[in-house]
């Protein structure tokens, strides 16, 4: 009997952990035993070791990359949008880490998955924190209130203005939401949703950097059995 994998549907041969084309584990379809090869509980305990996290190790590797990862993906950082793509490498490098001291060397996508929300966790608070804590250095030590005060108001009064005109938003809701924006309330609360907005980015990049981590290596490292 054809057998095929779930994943991509391409022909496996039935002593075959892995499919030959993705790389996904497939269960092990013979009962013969030779030579302590093709040993369905050794297999299938690595397969369950390689969907589990060890967290100690995990959160060791996460910290060392994500945090100066995420003060590097601030929202005053040059890098601009190129820092989610940097969180997702970090997630990447991350994975590597972890599995440098663990046997085997191996793990599967949704382990990854899992590493990489938490290197994006640690990595998204890192960039709030570091954007705050900058803004606050940049306005009342270095008393740059004045640059970035006349910034928001040119930006709400000329580009917003254009834009929401563009939309074909009538003049009295442009007014009141200017009104708004211009408050204090109203900046708190803009500068709030951007760094929400720049932590959701980076732990999406960060859990996709994680299992894409997982899946590339996958296809270079098996367990030893």
């Known amino acids: 009997m054809e057998i095929t994998c779930t994943r991509c549907h391409q022909t496996v041969a039935s002593g075959d952990c892995y499919c030959p084309a ?7 379809y013979s009962t013969e035993v030779v030579a302590g090869q093709g040993d369905p509980e050794r297999w299938n305990e690595a397969v369950r070791d390689a969907g589990s996290v060890e967290w100690k190790p995990a959160l060791r590797a996460a910290l060392t ?52 929300l938490v290197t994006g966790m640690l990595g998204g608070w890192s960039a709030a924190a570091t954007t705050g804590i900058t803004l606050f250095v ?70 996709a950097g994680g299992a894409l981590g997982a899946r590339l290596l996958a296809r270079t490292r098996r367990p030893e059995l």
């Open 22 to 28: 993705c790389g996904l584990p497939q269960f092990v």
């Open 138 to 207: 940049m306005r009342y030590w270095l008393h740059q209130g004045r640059f970035f005060d006349d910034l928001w108001l040119n930006l709400v009064n000329q580009q917003m203005t254009q834009q929401w005109a563009s939309m074909g938003i009538d003049a009295q809701t442009i007014n009141l939401t200017k009104t708004w924006l211009l408050s204090a309330e109203g900046r708190a609360g803009w500068l709030l949703a951007a760094i929400s907005l720049l932590i959701g980015a980076l732990l999406l990049f960060a859990v």
């Open 65 to 116: 990359l994500a945090v100066p990862a995420g003060m590097l993906c601030s929202m005053l950082s040059p890098l601009g949008i190129f820092g989610t793509v940097l969180m997702a490498a970090t997630s990447v490098w991350v994975i590597v880490l972890y599995l440098r001291g663990r046997r085997p060397a191996w793990i599967t996508m949704g382990a990854g998955a899992r590493i990489g």
